[in-house]
């Protein structure tokens, strides 16, 4: 062992130094086909009014208001009944006084008309004719040209992800093509000799290398573009030449691995020196995830991230994610799913540093229960059971059972 982590920084200050780094600047064109989950460079205006023409709200018929003003049950108005309006044609016949015309939901409306009374408050007479037997008003059952969104409206804001229902208002204007800003590029580097890829068989002592294939997903997750660059050996040199150029590939770069304080973590080292000296952070006060370190080398954050995968995994989601969402172009960068529950057990947290607790959560009949799973950070079968995260601030020494509490859900 050399040396020890003697500065640990709060999570506030760690929070405080990322907002030093800046949103990407770059930009590219999408097709609606690969824009869910994007974010729109710039505001988005419809440049066509929609409805582009009256269309009925109603299954119904089209007549003008004014002669079914006085209609009601005892007193039913009589109408000509001239035609049928079929749907996605113009119609070619128009609405005279004493006419109406059959018309679907959605359908356009005959000139000459103004309003639909709907078919449930009518009754056929013969072929020809039909009785209304409810008063209409004008504008009654049509959506009017424009009426939803008028030319130039602004449908959607600039920095927010586009959801299904985003995608599908953006193709009824006709936009198919939209702005939107550049996925950041985020290099995975793995350190540790004792790994061995997920799809070969470990020899004695040797362990599978999982961070790199989580830490790839959350970054996809999180809206970055993951570049996976594979291992290094512990070995100062190579993980200073790899660093170096996994700096020039990407706008964010994680290391995993060999951020500990060991005779074989060199990436204190290796950051301290490809940054200038501009090693922000040396350890959290954050449990787990303590050993991690920030570095800005050439304004692009370098993290050296927890071997541990349970560590890896929370400071990536605690601290990394909102970083990642901020450089993506979205804001509010930060999307808590929060849900609230009672405790099952006592909890504690680590002293003096913000712990993030693992939990399951079961739903009963008085709402949710969140029970604790304990287990360190280097077993895998805590994550399995694990369906979301217990925050507990510094200096909260914990909670009881019973206590109710927000968690932060991870499925
Ligand atoms: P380190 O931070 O390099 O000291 O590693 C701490 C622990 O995490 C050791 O038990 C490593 O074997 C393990 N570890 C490091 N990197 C990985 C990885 N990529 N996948 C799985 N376990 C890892
Ligand atoms: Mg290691």
């Given at each position: 062992?050399?040396?020890?982590f003697l500065?640990?920084k709060?999570?506030?200050?760690?929070?405080?130094l990322l907002?030093?780094?800046?949103?990407?600047p770059?930009?590219e064109?999408?097709?609606?086909?690969?824009a869910?989950?994007?974010?729109?460079?710039?505001?988005?205006?419809?440049?066509?009014?929609?409805?582009a023409?009256?269309?009925?709200?109603?299954?119904?018929?089209?007549l003008r208001?004014?002669?079914?003003?006085?209609a009601k049950?005892?007193?039913?108005?009589?109408?000509?009944l001239?035609?049928?309006v079929?749907?996605?044609?113009?119609?070619?016949?128009?609405v005279?006084?004493?006419?109406?015309?059959?018309?679907?939901?959605g359908?356009?409306?005959?000139?000459?008309?103004d309003?639909?009374?709907?078919?449930?408050h009518?009754?056929?007479?013969?072929?020809?004719?039909?009785?209304?037997?409810?008063a209409v008003?004008p504008?009654?059952?049509?959506l009017?040209r424009?009426?939803?969104l008028?030319?130039g409206?602004?449908?959607?804001?600039a920095?927010r992800?586009?959801?299904?229902?985003?995608?599908?208002?953006?193709?009824a204007?006709?936009?198919?093509?939209?702005?939107?800003?550049a996925?950041?590029?985020?290099?995975?580097?793995?350190?540790?000799?004792?790994?061995?890829?997920p799809?070969?068989?470990?020899?004695?002592a040797?362990?599978?290398?999982?961070?790199?294939?989580t830490?790839?997903?959350?970054v996809?997750q999180a809206?970055?573009?993951?570049?996976?660059?594979?291992?290094?050996?512990d070995?100062?040199?190579a993980?200073l030449?790899?660093?170096?150029k996994a700096?020039?590939q990407?706008?964010?770069?994680?290391?995993?691995?060999?951020?500990?304080v060991?005779?074989?973590?060199?990436?204190?080292?290796?950051?301290?020196?490809l940054?200038?000296?501009?090693l922000?952070?040396?350890?959290?006060?954050?449990?787990?995830g303590?050993?991690t370190?920030?570095a800005?080398?050439?304004?692009?954050p370098?993290?050296g991230?927890?071997?541990?995968?349970?560590?890896?995994f929370?400071?990536?989601?605690v601290?990394?994610?909102?970083?990642?969402?901020?450089?993506?172009g979205?804001?509010p960068?930060?999307?808590?799913?929060?849900?609230?529950?009672r405790?099952?057990?006592?909890?504690?947290?680590?002293?003096g540093?913000?712990?993030?607790?693992?939990?399951?959560l079961?739903e009963?009949?008085?709402?949710?229960?969140v029970i604790?799973v304990?287990?360190?950070?280097?077993?895998?079968s805590?994550?399995?059971?694990?369906?979301?995260?217990?925050r507990?601030?510094?200096?909260?020494?914990g909670?009881?059972?019973?206590d109710?509490v927000?968690v932060?859900v991870?499925?």
């Amino acid at each position: 062992m050399g040396k020890t982590f003697l500065q640990l920084k709060s999570m506030e200050e760690a929070r405080r130094l990322l907002e030093a780094f800046s949103p990407l600047p770059r930009t590219e064109q999408v097709t609606l086909r690969e824009a869910l989950g994007r974010i729109p460079a710039e505001p988005i205006e419809t440049p066509e009014a929609l409805p582009a023409f009256n269309r009925s709200l109603m299954d119904g018929f089209a007549l003008r208001a004014s002669d079914a003003a006085s209609a009601k049950e005892t007193a039913p108005v009589f109408l000509d009944l001239i035609g049928q309006v079929q749907m996605g044609l113009a119609p070619r016949q128009s609405v005279g006084p004493g006419q109406a015309m059959a018309i679907p939901t959605g359908a356009m409306l005959p000139s000459g008309a103004d309003a639909v009374v709907m078919v449930e408050h009518t009754r056929p007479i013969g072929p020809e004719s039909i009785e209304v037997c409810r008063a209409v008003a004008p504008g009654q059952h049509i959506l009017g040209r424009g009426e939803d969104l008028a030319q130039g409206t602004r449908i959607l804001p600039a920095g927010r992800r586009l959801t299904p229902l985003d995608l599908g208002a953006l193709a009824a204007c006709g936009l198919v093509t939209l702005s939107v800003c550049a996925l950041p590029r985020v290099a995975i580097l793995s350190t540790g000799d004792e790994l061995v890829d997920p799809d070969e068989k470990p020899g004695p002592a040797q362990v599978r290398d999982t961070n790199a294939l989580t830490l790839a997903a959350q970054v996809t997750q999180a809206g970055g573009q993951p570049l996976r660059l594979g291992r290094v050996p512990d070995d100062a040199s190579a993980l200073l030449n790899a660093t170096g150029k996994a700096v020039e590939q990407a706008d964010m770069v994680l290391l995993s691995g060999g951020s500990s304080v060991g005779v074989r973590d060199h990436t204190t080292t290796v950051l301290d020196k490809l940054s200038g000296g501009k090693l922000l952070l040396e350890g959290i006060a954050l449990s787990p995830g303590k050993p991690t370190l920030l570095a800005d080398i050439g304004g692009k954050p370098v993290f050296g991230m927890p071997g541990h995968p349970i560590s890896s995994f929370v400071v990536f989601h605690v601290l990394v994610a909102s970083l990642l969402r901020r450089m993506s172009g979205a804001h509010p960068p930060w999307k808590k799913q929060g849900l609230r529950g009672r405790l099952t057990e006592n909890v504690e947290s680590a002293p003096g540093r913000e712990s993030w607790l693992r939990v399951r959560l079961e739903e009963t009949r008085e709402g949710w229960s969140v029970i604790p799973v304990r287990g360190g950070s280097a077993v895998y079968s805590s994550l399995a059971h694990c369906d979301a995260l217990l925050r507990l601030p510094a200096g909260l020494e914990g909670h009881a059972a019973g206590d109710e509490v927000e968690v932060e859900v991870l499925r």
